[in-house]
């Protein structure tokens, strides 16, 4: 496989507000649905990023809104290094705060797709589908480079979390790149997991499995061990196309990859779904050990994500 394209493609015709989900959005398939959550490393985080004036209160007065906000919005005093060296240190106070471990931080993600999750049968009432969005308000990863986001975004729980979400996809609105200039994005987070499982896969058979050729069944066999849930695949007369979520990978005889956005309308009917009983022998034990030493030692490098302007006036509108 090389370099891999992106087509895009979207139409809506209007966009509801309601309450489970947060909005319903028409297009000419029907109606399907969107959730939208925000992501704080804690409530006392949301709190003093949402009230105004709550900082200076509590370094005024250390006036707290709740109880759990004492120990975690503490007040102690820090010394001040000035940066031009042409003034002396000095003492001030301020809320000192722990920031969570990255791995800290992906498993409070997981979390919360678990929790929408388990909500999930609310929203699918007259909807052909349902999307969740998460905004995230801690971005963790700043400062890392963007083409690494995988790599340190996708553990084993997340993996897990989102192929065992019922949503079509998961966006996921953060900050990456340095801090100095740091980009809005939107991260189809199921797009991404195809994308590099896709590229995983046809490592594995090309350096442990010669002989065998990388079909769409196989792919699809193959993604449907991994967990990921309604995995379909289709044959065309110049390559083949996986589809997980709203998204498919299409491998073409010439062996480009282009990833193509469904675009919230219905995956075609002759789409092929798979079955368990066609699922191949080769994901046995052996092909287990193998496929763990491979993720365990290698690295997905993308900086898939998509320009986030305007998003957090959406979150707003919420």
Same mark, same amino acid.
């Given at each position: 496989m090389i #370099?891999? *394209?992106?087509?895009?493609?979207?139409?809506?015709?209007?966009? !509801?507000?309601?309450?489970?989900?947060?909005?319903?959005?028409?297009? #000419?398939?029907?109606?399907?649905?969107?959730?939208?959550?925000?992501?704080?490393? *804690?409530?006392s985080q949301a709190r003093i990023k949402n009230i105004s004036g709550y900082a200076m209160e509590i370094l005024g007065g250390k006036k707290y809104r709740h109880k759990d906000d004492i120990a975690s919005l503490a007040v102690a005093e820090v010394t001040v290094l000035p940066g031009d060296n042409r003034g002396p240190e000095f003492n001030v106070e301020a809320i000192i705060q722990e920031v969570p471990k990255a791995d800290e931080y992906i498993e409070k993600i997981s979390e919360l797709i678990e929790h929408k999750n388990k909500r999930f049968n609310r929203y699918t009432m007259g909807l052909s589908h349902v999307n969740l969005i998460i905004f995230d308000y801690e971005h963790r990863l700043l400062g890392t480079p963007k083409d690494m986001f995988h790599h340190l975004f996708f553990q084993p729980r997340l993996e897990k979390a989102l192929m065992n979400a019922d949503f079509?996809?998961?966006?996921f609105v953060t900050q990456l790149g340095?801090?100095? *200039?740091?980009?809005?994005?939107?991260?189809?987070?199921?797009m991404l997991f195809l994308l590099a499982e896709m590229y995983f896969f046809n490592h594995t058979l090309v350096k442990e499995y010669p002989g065998t050729p990388m079909t769409s069944l196989l792919? #699809?066999?193959y993604l !449907?061990?991994?967990? #990921?849930?309604s995995i379909c695949f289709k044959d065309f007369s110049?390559?083949?196309?996986?589809?997980?979520?709203?998204?498919?990978?299409?491998? *073409?005889?010439?062996?480009?990859?282009?990833v193509r956005d469904h675009s919230?309308?219905?995956?075609?009917a002759d789409f092929n779904p798979v079955t368990a009983q066609g699922t191949s022998s080769i994901f046995d034990d052996a092909f287990l050990r193998i496929f763990e030493a491979y993720k365990r030692d290698s690295a997905f490098s993308t900086e898939l994500g998509f320009d986030a302007s305007g998003s957090d006036q959406l979150a707003r509108d919420k």
């Amino acid at each position: 496989m090389i #370099a891999a *394209s992106l087509v895009l493609d979207q139409y809506v015709d209007s966009v !509801t507000p309601t309450e489970e989900p947060d909005f319903k959005v028409k297009n #000419a398939d029907g109606e399907f649905g969107v959730e939208i959550t925000e992501f704080y490393f *804690s409530q006392s985080q949301a709190r003093i990023k949402n009230i105004s004036g709550y900082a200076m209160e509590i370094l005024g007065g250390k006036k707290y809104r709740h109880k759990d906000d004492i120990a975690s919005l503490a007040v102690a005093e820090v010394t001040v290094l000035p940066g031009d060296n042409r003034g002396p240190e000095f003492n001030v106070e301020a809320i000192i705060q722990e920031v969570p471990k990255a791995d800290e931080y992906i498993e409070k993600i997981s979390e919360l797709i678990e929790h929408k999750n388990k909500r999930f049968n609310r929203y699918t009432m007259g909807l052909s589908h349902v999307n969740l969005i998460i905004f995230d308000y801690e971005h963790r990863l700043l400062g890392t480079p963007k083409d690494m986001f995988h790599h340190l975004f996708f553990q084993p729980r997340l993996e897990k979390a989102l192929m065992n979400a019922d949503f079509r996809e998961v966006f996921f609105v953060t900050q990456l790149g340095e801090f100095g *200039s740091p980009k809005g994005v939107y991260i189809p987070l199921k797009m991404l997991f195809l994308l590099a499982e896709m590229y995983f896969f046809n490592h594995t058979l090309v350096k442990e499995y010669p002989g065998t050729p990388m079909t769409s069944l196989l792919c #699809a066999e193959y993604l !449907t061990w991994r967990g #990921a849930k309604s995995i379909c695949f289709k044959d065309f007369s110049d390559g083949y196309e996986v589809v997980y979520g709203n998204s498919g990978v299409f491998v *073409s005889k010439d062996n480009k990859v282009y990833v193509r956005d469904h675009s919230d309308f219905a995956i075609p009917a002759d789409f092929n779904p798979v079955t368990a009983q066609g699922t191949s022998s080769i994901f046995d034990d052996a092909f287990l050990r193998i496929f763990e030493a491979y993720k365990r030692d290698s690295a997905f490098s993308t900086e898939l994500g998509f320009d986030a302007s305007g998003s957090d006036q959406l979150a707003r509108d919420k």
